[in-house]
Every structure is written in structure tokens, then in C-alpha cells.
């Protein structure tokens, strides 16, 4: 079966590379164009897609998006039978869509209906979900609306952050995808309507929600920190600062929240919260590079009993 891969984050790298192992022939890989990178860096930086695709010997296309004029075309001149989608960051609007005679299969990291939308592995680790997963769904216009054919579920650490989960996720996407393609390919495949009452949205977090505000209970701020982990990071003001806190445990600290409390033998700090604390490891100034807490505190001076 020929198949169009869309797809753009590293998210979408053990599917791609499924795909043909299972003997899947990918006609075309669609990502988006280069973008320009900062000074010191080359002019332009491909998508992760796009590099691994062209390692792989497949032919890369990148339309500035999928209503980009002629490019339904050039698509459908492959005969795909097939398209998948993984974390493409753009709607495969209708008309792309009836190119491949066998639909279009999107692999979405959430037990849909619950956390649709574009940030469901960050929105499942700041909730507490105790589980996370992966859901294999046909696609429709409405967004992670459509029938699901298959999903698997998975444990959530305790200490997991979302990188992590994502990545694991990303690898039981890439084998629950084999599998529905081949029930596709074989026209047994069987989907089953989303409970729409259940549906729960997965929004970016926006800047001002990814404060730490001491007032909060230690746990909540420790699943922020995680889902939030590696990027974009939660941050917390000192002394006027932005500070993303890339690393921390929650604790026990009886103090006024938001006063450092004390040091741990590893160089952690303890921030009392409203209950609780939280142990801050690592963290990364405004304009710097990433450093212990223990660093950044002998920096600016702080000393027990100050307040952030």
C-alpha cells in the first residue's frame, strides 16, 4: 500500500521509519519548508522530518501548507492509497484528503475524546492523569473528532516529564500505526465514533499559565514543572527575573510560600508552597544557559529565609 506521510516534530520519527520496515512503500513525506535559524547558525534549519526522510532516501515535499495552490495535485499524482498524519501542525482540509481512495489516519497521543487539540501529552502530565496513551483515528474535518480504530494505553511515571512520556508514546504510536495500516491494506479495518460528551480540549499553555505561584500545593507545581519539560519550561520570578525551572521534586516546607528554605547535600533548594514545597534543581536565567539551583542561588546571593 502507498502511503503519504505528514508529519513535522521528532514526534513523528519512529512512524516514519516503521512504515517501511513493515514493508509499507512512502511515496511522499510532507513537512513544512526550512525556516531561517539565528545568527551563527545555518541560514536555514529543515523540520525533523524532512532530514530523516531524505537520510532515508524519500522523496520530501514541503508546501508552506496543505491549501498551498497546485500542491493537491502534485500529491495526487503520486496515487497515495493512504495519507497518515503525525503531529503536522496543519488541517488536512477535505479535498486532500479524497486524494487517497483509503482515507487519512492520524496518530494522536491522548485516549480520545479526552485531550484533543495540539498539546495532549503536556495537558495529560499537568492534569495528573494516571494513565496517557495513543489513539489511531480516521480523519474528519472537525480537529481529533474522527472514529478511532485502535488505541493503547500506558502508565504515567511519577516522575515522568512530558519529553519523556512523549517519547515513549511516540514509539507505541509508531507500532499501533503499523498495525491499524495493516488492517487498512487488508479492508478489515474497523472505527468506533468518539463520545463527544467525554471530549476534553489540549490548548498550548499560554505564558501566564505557566507561572509558579507559591501559592500553589507543592504537587500541582511539581506536574507543571513536568509538563512542561523539556520545552517551553515553567518559570518563576526572582527579583524582577524570569527564571524557567527546568528540574524539581516536590517536598515538605513549613514556611511562607515563596521563601527559600533550605539546601539539600545535592545543591536542590527548597521553596516553600501553600501546602507543601518544592525542590528546585535545575533552572535557566533569561538570556542564559541552563545551571544547577545551587549556581544560580550562589549568583544572586540568596540565602535562607529570602523570599522569591
Not at 478511532?148 to 514509539?171: D, F, I, K, M, W
Not at 504537587?219 to 527546568?246: C, F, T
Not at 521553596?271 to 550562589?298: I, N, S, Y
Request: aromatic letters at 6%; a neutral charge; proline letters at 12%.
Amino acid at each position: 500500500m502507498r502511503v503519504a506521510f505528514f508529519g513535522t516534530p521528532a514526534f513523528a520519527l519512529p512512524a516514519l521509519h516503521a512504515l517501511p520496515r513493515a514493508g509499507f512503500d512512502v511515496c511522499a513525506v510532507v513537512t513544512p519548508p526550512d525556516r531561517p535559524r539565528g545568527r551563527g547558525h545555518p541560514p536555514h534549519e529543515p523540520p525533523p522530518l524532512a532530514a530523516t526522510a531524505r537520510d532515508l532516501g524519500l522523496r520530501v515535499l514541503q508546501p508552506e501548507s496543505p491549501r498551498t495552490p497546485g500542491f493537491r495535485e502534485e500529491l495526487a499524482g503520486l496515487s497515495p492509497d493512504a495519507l497518515v498524519v503525525v503531529a503536522y501542525g496543519h488541517l488536512i482540509p477535505d479535498a486532500l484528503v479524497a486524494v487517497a481512495p483509503r482515507g487519512a489516519w492520524n496518530v494522536h497521543p491522548s485516549l480520545l475524546p479526552r485531550w484533543r487539540g495540539p498539546a495532549p501529552v503536556h495537558r495529560t502530565v499537568w492534569a495528573g492523569d494516571p494513565e496517557a496513551g495513543v489513539s489511531i483515528m480516521r480523519l474528519v474535518a472537525k480537529m481529533d473528532a474522527g472514529p478511532v480504530a485502535a488505541s493503547e494505553r500506558t502508565p504515567v511515571g511519577p516522575h515522568e516529564t512530558r519529553g519523556q512520556l512523549e517519547a515513549r508514546l511516540a514509539a507505541v504510536g509508531a507500532a499501533l500505526l503499523v498495525r491499524v495500516l495493516g488492517q487498512v491494506a487488508d479492508g478489515n479495518v474497523t472505527v468506533m465514533e468518539q463520545d463527544e460528551a467525554a471530549a476534553t480540549y489540549a490548548g498550548v499553555f499560554a505564558p501566564v499559565e505557566r507561572e509558579l505561584r507559591w501559592d500553589r500545593p507543592a504537587d500541582e507545581l511539581d506536574r507543571l514543572v513536568r509538563a512542561l519539560a523539556p520545552a517551553p519550561g515553567a518559570w518563576m520570578s526572582v527579583r524582577n527575573e524570569r527564571v524557567k525551572v527546568l528540574e524539581a521534586l516536590p517536598g515538605f516546607a513549613s514556611a511562607a510560600p515563596g521563601t527559600l528554605v533550605e539546601r539539600d547535600p545535592q545543591g536542590a533548594w527548597l521553596v516553600a508552597c501553600r501546602p507543601g514545597g518544592l525542590w528546585l534543581r535545575r533552572v535557566q536565567p533569561e538570556g542564559k544557559g541552563p545551571m544547577t539551583m545551587d549556581a544560580f542561588v550562589a549568583g544572586r546571593r540568596l540565602n535562607p529565609g529570602d523570599a522569591l
